[in-house]
């Protein structure tokens, strides 16, 4: 593969309608040379979500989120910047051209699909194993008397490693593979004495792949008590992140477009125990709490994902974690609370199973009010202390929710039940909000970009404002902004708008066109600033006095440090310059009226 060219890239973005694309995630109403909404990407009431369909650009004015229609599918469809691109030019008939990417790169791709193709073999491998060694006749029965049969162990790929220490390094370097190869996706390692070892003996084996059905790693369930842990991963690599794997989404995938819905189970057997029973939806966290990822890549394919997890034991960190990505995602997380000590694996396979694990799943909770209904019943009401214990506890579960209305009825509920105020309880809500201001925390991209800046617009700074404002004045009149942006120093800017400063410099005409998608902050504060431009009323007056006040900011930040320099001269002088500048302001205001 190769890169996609610039020319071809210029159609994909001249042909897509940023407003169809937009709408099929949120009704967009026209309003004079803009198209507003709901914010796809955080929970409000009132929009502030932008999209200027001439210059194709968007932004959040809530959360801050922008950029151009590929960044929006590269968010929305949790894609790479390539994979956003190829699915535009799809839908609008674009034909790519590739170049000729640099070696390098090349060389790195060239490499990750000979591993990808050790993967397979190998799963392959244990594959047969199972089905025709005799020294899986265990296992073989293991599984059936799980009640797993042959046709789902086979659409899974289900295997077995054999006992040999070497086996799949031998096969391997066979093949053409080298030690260190194997090494790389964690299929040997390296005893004490230095020798290499398969990782995986004596067990059956889960493949874990990835959207497309490539196999990047493995689960492996010891087949003996005394085999050490009774289930090994393959260790991260390079290839395989577990926290961002989902078992089964290969296959789960339809099923999940069609229900719309995702149900996450904790095991690999329960994923194709329920497969098996027809619910096609389910995928496996593989033992672990939900992560951030994985409710990130779920986030990209439906509104609702469904817990089947055990979420007494699940860590509540983790939860509300996952909660907050999930509401800063528009995505209803709700548990399907399961029988102390029964799993769905073993419930799907008795009389009525598969219904009974149907009801559950009708008849789920959402989280927060499932997190919210254990802390209160295990609450001595008449305590005070224990009142207390339980509204400390409670709080970051409501903060986690945004401002909702299910989250104000959960509020009136714990008040009620607490016997206190609801003024009082959203009090200690409040405080509980996470630093970084209550936005929905961002998780880690699959496409491995940087993760978006998620800043509420009350939280930037006056001088970030005034920034952003005398920068969309630049663009709006750009003769004008020309000679203010070669005025403006670093020295009365913010680090980003250093950077935004600079890239407006550099693209004069057209800011907008080429955003870089490798610099997700940049881009999206640049679109936020063309949106602007288009909004805000600019005038020479105005201009001049937002870049006055950023020159009264830049004064004082030097009669400060004078002042610690201990250099009275200096700050003396500077001092005077200010006075001089305060009443300048104050001509100019009245001027601008
Ligand atoms: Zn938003």
Not at 152 to 174: E, H, I, K, N
Not at 302 to 324: C, H, S
């Amino acid at each position: 593969m190769a890169l996609i060219s610039e020319e071809s890239l210029e159609r994909v973005k001249q042909s897509a309608d940023i407003v169809e694309v937009i709408s099929a995630h949120t009704d967009l109403r026209r309003q004079g040379s803009r198209w507003v909404g709901l914010c796809p990407f955080h929970e409000e009431r009132t929009p502030s979500f932008s999209v200027d369909a001439q210059e194709k650009l968007y932004h959040c004015f809530g959360c801050g989120v922008g950029g151009d229609t590929i960044k929006f599918v590269e968010e929305k469809e949790g894609l790479g910047f390539a994979e956003a691109v190829e699915l535009l030019a799809d839908r609008y008939g674009v034909e790519l051209t590739r170049e000729r990417e640099d070696p390098q790169a090349e060389e790195r791709r060239r490499q990750r699909r000979r591993l990808g193709e050790l993967l397979d073999r190998t799963a392959a491998f244990y594959a047969h194993v199972l089905w025709d060694a005799p020294e899986a006749a265990k296992a073989r029965d293991y599984l059936a008397g799980r009640g797993l049969g042959e046709e789902t162990l086979r659409a899974f790929g289900v295997g077995y490693a054999p006992s040999a220490w070497d086996t799949v390094l031998m096969r391997g370097q066979r093949a053409g593979f080298s030690v260190e190869e194997l090494r790389a996706v964690g299929l040997a390692q390296r005893g004490r004495g230095g020798g290499e070892y398969d990782r995986f003996r004596e067990r059956i084996m889960f493949p874990i792949r990835d959207r497309r059905g490539r196999t990047l790693g493995f689960g492996g369930r010891a087949m003996r008590s005394d085999q050490g842990a009774k289930y090994v991963n393959t260790a991260e690599t390079d290839f395989f992140h577990k926290s961002r794997m989902l078992y089964g989404i290969d296959l789960a995938k339809e099923a999940i477009a069609k229900a719309g819905r995702a149900v996450v189970v904790e095991g690999y057997t329960d994923v194709l125990a329920l497969r098996q029973a027809g619910v096609g939806e389910a995928v496996g966290v593989m033992g672990t709490a939900i992560t951030e990822e994985q409710v990130a890549a779920l986030s990209g394919m439906v509104d609702e994902v469904v817990l089947a997890l055990d979420a007494d034991a699940a860590g509540q960190e983790a939860m509300l974690r996952a909660q907050r990505v999930a509401a800063g995602r528009n995505v209803r997380l709700r548990v399907a609370a399961m029988p102390a000590g029964e799993d769905p694996a073993e419930m799907v396979t008795e009389e009525g199973g598969a219904e009974r694990f149907r009801e559950l799943v009708e008849g789920a909770v959402d989280l927060p009010a499932f997190q919210v209904g254990m802390v209160l019943e295990r609450t001595e009401v008449d305590s005070p202390a224990e009142r207390d214990r339980a509204l400390g506890e409670v709080a970051p579960i409501l903060a986690g929710m945004g401002e909702t209305a299910s989250r104000d009825e959960l509020l009136r509920r714990v008040a009620g039940r607490l016997d206190l105020e609801p003024a009082l309880v959203m009090g200690r809500v409040t405080a509980a909000r996470p630093p970084s201001g209550g936005g929905p925390a961002e998780p880690p991209r699959e496409g491995g970009g940087p993760a978006p800046q998620v800043r509420q617009g009350a939280e930037l700074t006056s001088r970030e404002r005034r920034e952003r404002a005398l920068l969309a004045m630049c663009i709006a009149m750009p003769a004008e902004g020309c000679e203010y942006l070669s005025r403006l120093t670093d020295a009365h800017l913010s680090p980003s708008g250093v950077r935004a400063a600079a890239w407006l410099r550099e693209h004069p005409e057209d800011p907008a066109s080429n955003l870089p998608h490798q610099d997700g902050e940049l881009s999206s504060l640049i679109a936020e600033l063309v949106i602007l431009a288009h909004e805000e009323p600019a005038s020479p007056e105005a201009m001049e006095l937002n870049y006055l006040l950023l020159e009264q900011r830049r004064l004082e930040s030097e009669i400060a440090a004078a002042g610690e320099a201990d250099d009275y001269e200096r700050r003396a002088a500077l001092s005077r310059e200010r006075a001089t500048l305060v009443e300048r302001i104050a001509r100019t205001e009245r001027v601008g009226g």
